[in-house]
C-alpha cells in the first residue's frame, strides 16, 4: 500500500486557514476569516459546537445535549469561504505544513489555528482519573448524567444493599463546582419529591471539597460568602481547607484523614492541555497547565504560521507575562484578535498584540440565586444576578433555535421546576 | 454465595400486579389500574416510554431522542399505586408466581402483565440482521442517525475513495417505510442544500422496495396511489414486486437478480416477537409472528394471573380467531382492556372478552403529505391528511412539556425546514 498522499493540498490562490477545534477559540476565529479572501476548514471529530457553559445542566437533566450543541456546519451555512471536516487530527507536520487526519488524508494549510480545548486536571491525584467524573465535554456531561440517575434507581430498586441517603462529592469550589453542586442537588430533591425514588433526604449528601478557604476565590470575598450561605442554604455540605488524597471506587480520602463515602465523586477542579495534540505536536516546553506557549500576537514561538488559542495556549493578558485564565471569554476574545492578525499577515501588515477585556464574571447556584461581578461596579446577587447570568448566557449561545429552547425549559423548570427530561441516556444505547 | 431470595414478597394486602415493559401497552395496562387497590409495578430497563410513531423523525434528525422519550416515573408521579422498576426481567416462575430481574431480585406477583414488544422481523434474509438498520427502538433510531450523518460526512470528507452520489435502500412499504424514505430524501436535501456537503445530489438516490404491488397495502387502493405519486414526485424511486433476497455489507440483492449498492438499508418491513422473554417464557407454542397465544379476554392460555397484549401478544380482533395487527391502536386498546379483565377478576367478576375497534389509520409522506384513512368516511390526502396527521400524534404523545416542544419543531421545520438539529449522537458519547 502506497503512504497516504497529501490529497488536499492547496491548489487554488486562496491561502487556507485550517483551525483544529470548534470550540469557542476555534469558532471565534472562523467567524472573523469569513467573508475574507482565505479558505477556511474548521476540523473537528464532533460535528457540533458545545456550548460547555450550560454542560452542568445537561448533567443534572436539566437541558437535554441537543440544546446547548448546534452544527458547525450550520454555524457557517451562509459563509462560502468556510468548509467543515469531520474527523481527528492525529499529527501535525510544521515543516510541510500540513495536518494528518486519523481516516487518512493530509491537509495542506498556510496558517494553522490550534483551538484543541483541554480536559480535566487530576493533579496526580491517585484514582482522580479513574474514578471521578469531569464535566469537560458533551460525553463527560452524558456519562455524568447517567451515573446521577442511574445510581438513584439502584438505591430505589435495592434498598437493602446500600445505607440510607446518598451522597455525592464535587471536587472544586470554582463556578463549574458550585454550579454543579446547586444543580446536583437540586436533581435529587426532585427525583424524591416528584418521581418519588424511595430515598431519605435526609441522610442525602452534596458535599463540596476544596483546598482554598472559600468557595468561587476569584470573586471578591462579598460574592464568595454569598455563594456559602446559598449553599449551605440548599443542603449543600462544604468542606474548605482540605485537599483530596486520592479518589476510590467507594468515594475520596481527604488531607485531614476523613474519609467520605460517597456514590460519585465529580471533578471540577481545573483543565490542563497536557497530553492534548497541540501540547504535544510542538518542540518547545508548553507554559502552565500544559499549554502551548504563544507570542503577544497569539501566534506559536518561533512558527509565525502557526497559532494557538483558548484552553490549549498560555494567551498573555496584557504587555507583561500573566497568563489568561481557561475561560470562554479569554477563547472568544483570542479567536478573534487570532483572525484579525492572521488577516494582517496575509495583507503584509504587522501583527498587534493582545489584550484581555476582563469584563467581568458569573456564577449560578441554581434557582433565582447568582453572583455577577462587572468589572467596574458592584457585585450583584440573588434574582438580579440571575437575570443577568440567564440573558447573558442566552445572548452566547449559538443558534436562535438553542437560544428559544434552552429558554423555553428555563422557564419551564422556573415555573414547574420538576419536569425536566430526567432520561437515562445511556438506556437509548442499548438494545430493546 | 447464597441464592438470590425473593426480597419484594407481596407481603401487603394489596394484590400485586407486575407489568413487564413501558411501552404503549404497558402504560394503558397501568393507568387503567392507577387508583386501584391494586399494587402496581412497571418493570422497564429503560426509564423512559418511548413514542415509537416518531421514531423516523429521530432518526433523520428532525426530533431529538427527548423528543419521543418521556420518563414512566414522571407519567405515574400522581398515582400512589404506580411505582416504577429499572432493570430488565430474565425469566419468569409461572409456579412460584415470581420474575427474576437480572440485577438479582425475584418480584412476586398476584397478576403478571406481558407487554414487552417484539423486534424487526428479517424472515431469514440472509444479513439482514448483521447488515440492515431497523428502526422500532430510540437505540435504533440514533444508530441509524449516525449512520446516515456519518455516511454523507465520510462522502464529503473523501470523496476520491466514493463512486458520486450516496444511495440508501429501505425495505418495507407499510407506514414506517413511507415515511422513513421521504424523510431520509429530505435529509439529504437538507444537508446538501443548507450544511452545503459535497455530494451528487442528482446520482443520490433512496430506494423503496416491497415484495408488493403497491405501497401502503393495507390503506385503500386510492391512497396507496396518491403517495406513490408523491414519493416519486420527491425523487424517491418504488421497486416493487421485488424481494430482499440478501443484504450485504455494501447494498441488497434483490429477486429479479439485480444488485443496488448503497450505503445504508433501512430494515422497515415488519416486526417479531420471537426470540423475546415473553415469547420464551411461556410452555406453549406461540402464535403467528412468534406473539403468546392469549384467550379472547387477553389471558395466556391455562395461566389466567399472566396476561399479554401489544405487539407482545397474538391479540384477538373479535370473536373469530383473527388476529390483530401490531400497532399502536391495538397496544392501547389491549392495555386498557387488560387492566379493567384484571379488575373484574379481583372483585370476583367474570372477564369479558376484548374487541378491537380500527378507528382507522394514517401515515405522512413528507411536508405537508399524508394520507388518512378513517374507518367510516373517506380517504384525507394532502394537507388536510397532514394536519390530521399532526394532530393526532401530538394528542397521543405522553406529556404537555413534549407535546410543546415537538410541535415547536414541526413549526420551525415547516417555516425553516432546514435548521433541524443534525448533530451526529455518537460524536457526544466519545471523548474529547
Given at each position: ?8 493540498v ?36 464532533h ?7 450550560l ?69 496526580g ?14 460525553a ?83 460574592a ?10 440548599r ?13 476510590t ?100 501588515k ?8 476582563d ?37 452566547y449561545l ?7 429552547r ?8 422556573y ?18
Amino acid at each position: 500500500m502506497e503512504s497516504p498522499v497529501a490529497v488536499n493540498v492547496n491548489d487554488t490562490e486562496h491561502p487556507r486557514v485550517v483551525i483544529v477545534g470548534g470550540g469557542f477559540a476555534g469558532i471565534a476565529v472562523a467567524r472573523g476569516l469569513a467573508g475574507s479572501e482565505a479558505d477556511v476548514i474548521v476540523v473537528d471529530q464532533h460535528n457540533f459546537h458545545t456550548f460547555q457553559p450550560l454542560l452542568y445542566q445537561v448533567a443534572t437533566a436539566g437541558l437535554e445535549p441537543a440544546d446547548v450543541a448546534y452544527p458547525i456546519r450550520t454555524i457557517f451555512r451562509n459563509d462560502s469561504n468556510v468548509a467543515f471536516r469531520h474527523g481527528r487530527v492525529t499529527a501535525i507536520d510544521l515543516e510541510a505544513k500540513e495536518v494528518l487526519l486519523a481516516d487518512g488524508p493530509h491537509l495542506a494549510y498556510d496558517h494553522l489555528v490550534l483551538a484543541s480545548g483541554a480536559s480535566a486536571e487530576f493533579f496526580g491525584v491517585p484514582g482522580a482519573a479513574q474514578y471521578s467524573l469531569p464535566l469537560y465535554t458533551l460525553a463527560d456531561a452524558r456519562h455524568l448524567r447517567n451515573r446521577l440517575l442511574l445510581t438513584l434507581e439502584e438505591r430505589d430498586a435495592s434498598p437493602e444493599n446500600y445505607p440510607p441517603g446518598v451522597t455525592f462529592v464535587v471536587v472544586g469550589g470554582g463556578p463549574t463546582g458550585v454550579e454543579t453542586s446547586g444543580s446536583v442537588r437540586e436533581l435529587l430533591d426532585i427525583c424524591v419529591r416528584r418521581d418519588g425514588l424511595n430515598i431519605d433526604l435526609e441522610q442525602s449528601h452534596v458535599i463540596l471539597v476544596d483546598l482554598g478557604d472559600r468557595v468561587l476565590p476569584a470573586f471578591p470575598m462579598s460574592a464568595s460568602t454569598y455563594a456559602a450561605k446559598i449553599l449551605e442554604n440548599r443542603h449543600i455540605t462544604l468542606r474548605l481547607g482540605v485537599q483530596v488524597k486520592e479518589v476510590t471506587s467507594t468515594g475520596v480520602v481527604l488531607s485531614d484523614g476523613t474519609t467520605i463515602e460517597a456514590a460519585g465523586v465529580i471533578w471540577a477542579a481545573g483543565v490542563s492541555a497536557r497530553g492534548t495534540l497541540a501540547a504535544e505536536a510542538l518542540p518547545h516546553q508548553p507554559g502552565p497547565q500544559g499549554r502551548v506557549r504563544v507570542e503577544h500576537d497569539l501566534s506559536v514561538l518561533e512558527h509565525p504560521d502557526v497559532w494557538a488559542i483558548g484552553d490549549a495556549a498560555a494567551v498573555l493578558r496584557g504587555a507583561g507575562d500573566e497568563v489568561c485564565p481557561q475561560l470562554a471569554p479569554v477563547a472568544i476574545q483570542s479567536g478573534k484578535h487570532c483572525a484579525e492578525q492572521i488577516l494582517n499577515v496575509l495583507k503584509g501588515k504587522p501583527t498587534k498584540s493582545f489584550k484581555y477585556h476582563d469584563k467581568g464574571m458569573m456564577a449560578t447556584i441554581g434557582r433565582r440565586a447568582a453572583v455577577a461581578k462587572m468589572q467596574r461596579g458592584p457585585v450583584i446577587k440573588g434574582t438580579l444576578g440571575w437575570l443577568a447570568w440567564l440573558t447573558l448566557h442566552l445572548f452566547y449561545l449559538v443558534g436562535f433555535r438553542n437560544r428559544f429552547r434552552v429558554l423555553t425549559n428555563w422557564c419551564w423548570r422556573y415555573l414547574d421546576w420538576p419536569s425536566g427530561p430526567r432520561l437515562i441516556v445511556a438506556d437509548a444505547e442499548t438494545a430493546p
